[in-house]
């Protein structure tokens, strides 16, 4: 990093060192609480990411990372998550500070990145390969090795998470890669490269190209050098980017959109639950993927518990997001702000209510920022497009059911199928609820919990593959199979024999 005119200059991460874009083009980011600028950063297009993906080449052909005593890469892996563990303080500023998210969420949810690297380093160093059976005098040994250079496209919402979540499977399993963070927050990424170098991993393992989508993330997921794409993202960019890499037979992995229901049942503590639902709604201001969009309550109780939700989105506090008393912080562009604005409009002409909020913050402190006001729909039905489609921001929908089958109905009746949550005082029938939900991920008196072995992936829209868990590191291995004959060779054109051969 580099200051120009006493603003921060940023450039690319390849092969170890920072790199200028050719002809030295550069874009900024602002920060979204007040609209200053917070860096410069190089713009990268498909020259870059072809010098990024050489580079990636480069260190897995050579070996330096792909074949190094699986012992070493995770020593290596375990430095670098005590690396960050130090840096956590920079980077939960930083992050809070590109974000707009509240520095009270970045430092919870930052805190848990050094846990994903020792998580797979472990998984890495305690792996058994396989005898399979096989038939006749062989033994037939199933190895799992990596990929190759993979490709990862990251959102601006939770940028270091998902990041790792991609990431540290795809390092401990002993691939290259090359990010493209998102064009809204770029610094934290281009930190944890050179985080990762000083902590020993070798250059060229870990390479950042900055810029636009449009641009550098097409440039990277139609690069016929990847053996994998990686994205998290919009459900759109889903279909774009698996496109492209598809052509080249490039496998993919996809992290859509989502609109999670949250399905209060009548005998759950309303209160809790109350509070569980505004927690799903509003953490990030609305802008997860997991955001509890549709909140499902019982008729009978409906009223009473969108008044005890009202209650307490009211009472959120709205800043600075770098103080510590802020609860809700800014969307993140004046892109996101006018999306949540329009589908309020969108709401409102469906004939929704609106319960509270429905428009931009007008204190005077926030007015420079993209500060929206936490929004609750009432009177909604399901085939409301304010039901149905992704808002991303700090909005949700109370929506009612007679009984529980029509529940399961308006939960599945959405072209998502990310994350859920339940809500009630018996888990057992939670427990029976989550087998009927068309989602990957349902959690029970609880939402947004996460962990390392957590398989994380959604069904329908929300994408395809899965992040985390072995499974998220087995997606990041191919097998090879090693047949090795015991006995001595058939000689096949020497004999009139009938051998079988499989
Ligand atoms: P986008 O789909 O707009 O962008 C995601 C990434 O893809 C960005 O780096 C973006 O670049 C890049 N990109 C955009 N267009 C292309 C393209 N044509 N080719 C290659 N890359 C491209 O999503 P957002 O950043 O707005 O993030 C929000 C979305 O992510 C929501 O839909 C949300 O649900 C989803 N998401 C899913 C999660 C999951 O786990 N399933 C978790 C978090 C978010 P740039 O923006 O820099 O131009």
Redesign the pocket.
Known sequence: MKTLENVAAYRHFIDGEEQPSAGGRTFDVRNPANGTLVARVAEGGAGEVERAVDAARRAFADGRWSRLPVRERCRILSAFAQEIERALPSLSTLESTCTGRPLREMRAQLSRLPEFYRYFAAIARTAEDSVTPFEGPYLNYVRRVPLGVVGQ??????PLL?LTKKLAPALAAGNTVVV?????TPLTTLALARIALDAGMPPGVFNVVT????EA??A??SHPGLAKLD???????GR??AQ?AGANLVRVNC????KAPVIVLPDADLEQAAGGAIFAAFIASG???IAGARILVHESQAEEFAERMIARAEALRLGDPLLPSTQLGPLVSERQLQRTEHYVAVGMQEGAQIACGGKRATAPELRDGYFFEPTIFTGVRSPMRIAQE?I?GPVTCVLSYRNVDEAVRIANDIPFG?GASIWTSDAAKGMKLAERLECGIVWINDHHRIDPALP???MKG??MGRECGIEGYREYTQTKSVVVNLDEPVDWYATTDVVRLS
């Open positions: 496209i990251t959102p601006w919402n939770h998902i493209k963070p998102s064009e809204y810029g636009f989508g449009s993330g097409r990277l997921s994205l998290t993202g919009g459900t759109e960019t774009v980017v492209a992290e859509l959109g989502g802008q997860t993927c992704e991303f990310l994380w992936g959604g929300s994408g």
